[in-house]
């Protein structure tokens, strides 16, 4: 597979979204997860379809999404679900913090395995719930749940489970083992787990991602997906997301968000993840191909230095400690202060953070190495 080429750079900083607009013309961006890549032409088509028919009005029933991520999600992952049951929603975020609502009360504790996508904690702290944080075990440079610590939160009242999976910032991916088991502890303390698998469509040919609600009869009883294809196919400002379960109790308790939510994504969106999951697997694969150039590369640029990389199996985040360095807790305020290159601050993913950086190579070869020019420059 042919990996995809990034934008120029002069291309790229005429963009209009958050990731070059964030910081000054003289700053390299490597923070927002946006990818540096053009995306899918069937994508296009359809988007240039709607706007040259002026289609750009409310969203009805679009039984062809669900329907197609069904269909993707038998092609790549094997799991046959019911595209009935697929709800519609604004995005990701919004959904999550509409199920916390709706299915629970302020006050109430939702578990965190840090680090972890930074919105995760706001989206709790949006309801009035409380995060629970259970950091991940970190050994050798290898990160894994951990399960003791899972227990005590679930066993002294905890309601929900927040998980990423595939796991940002890590590109971790779990095991089915590892996911059973925490359906079978979940439902002993009566938990719901809500998994985040946008990140998903990206695994790389190293992994095999498996699907929450595919692992047992106990993951189906206490899980909810919500996904879409708004990172993997670069279409975040479009907003659209969905929300699947198969257990009876949850689709019945989560049927007035069903009802809502649906009005509140957009039509661009909706139309535009059916041709992502049915017309786009060439164009997925192809930059999958160039992340996993990227991540060789990277390992390339920090050897012989005092850096740790992530061994991501999935999406575009390099997690980077920078302990053994002299740049401090919090590297990525020195890297932009003295070399001018944005990255996400590791204290924002929680305690573990700390040392740590977040860098997005879903871009080219050539502003990698100048990130890593400037970066090294430093240590
Ligand atoms: C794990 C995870 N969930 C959700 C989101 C945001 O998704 P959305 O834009 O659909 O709210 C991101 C964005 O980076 C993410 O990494």
């Not at 039984?63 to 992952?77: G, N, T």
């Not at 009360?105 to 719930?129: L, N, Q, S």
């Not at 910032?169 to 719901?192: F, M, N, Q, R, T």
């Not at 017309?279 to 012989?304: C, F, P, Q, Y």
Request: aromatic share 10%; glycine share 6%; with cysteine.
């Amino acid at each position: 597979m042919k990996p995809i080429e990034a934008d120029s750079l002069a291309q790229l900083r005429k963009r209009k979204s958050a990731k070059w607009r964030a910081f000054p013309a003289d700053v390299l961006p490597l923070p927002v997860a946006e990818m540096d890549f053009p995306i899918s032409d069937s994508i296009k088509k359809v988007l240039h379809d709607l706007v040259d028919r002026s289609d750009l009005g409310y969203l009805a029933s679009v039984p062809e999404l669900p329907e197609a991520f069904a269909a993707f999600a038998k092609r790549r992952w094997n799991w046959i679900l019911e595209p009935e049951h697929v709800h519609l929603g604004t995005d990701v975020g919004v959904v999550i913090v509409e199920i916390l609502r709706l299915l629970g009360k302020p006050g109430d504790r939702v578990v965190i395995t840090t680090p972890v996508y930074p919105a995760f904690a706001y989206w709790i702290k949006e309801v009035h719930m409380e995060v629970d944080e259970r950091p991940l075990i970190e050994e050798n440079g290898s990160w894994r749940l951990d399960f003791s610590a899972i227990e005590k939160a679930f066993s002294s009242g905890a309601k929900f489970f927040l998980m990423s999976s595939p796991h940002n910032p890590l590109g971790l991916i779990y095991e089915k083992e590892d996911l059973s088991k925490l359906a079978e502890l979940a439902k002993a303390h009566d938990v719901i787990i809500i998994s985040d698998e946008i990140h998903a469509p990206l695994t790389f040919t190293t992994g095999k991602f498996v699907p929450f609600l595919t692992v047992s009869d106990t993951a189906r009883e206490v899980g909810i997906t919500v996904t879409s294809a708004s990172k993997s196919w670069n279409l975040a400002g479009l907003k659209c997301g969905f929300f699947y379960t198969q257990s009876q109790k949850l689709r019945e308790s989560l049927a007035p968000l069903a009802m809502g939510i649906h009005h509140r994504a957009s039509i661009t969106g909706a139309f535009g993840m059916v041709a992502a999951f049915n017309d786009s697997d060439e164009w997925l694969d192809s930059v999958i191909a160039r992340l996993e150039l990227n991540k060789k590369l990277i390992d390339e640029l920090v050897s012989g230095t005092p850096l740790k990389v992530s061994n991501p199996h999935n999406s575009y985040l390099s997690w980077i400690d920078f302990r053994a360095t002299k740049l401090g807790e919090d590297p990525a305020a020195v890297i932009l202060e003295r070399a001018k290159i944005a990255v996400n601050s590791g204290l924002a993913f929680g305690e573990p953070g700390k040392g740590f950086v977040r860098l997005n190579f879903g871009t080219s070869p050539e502003i990698l190495q100048s990130a890593f020019s400037g970066i090294k420059s430093l240590l």
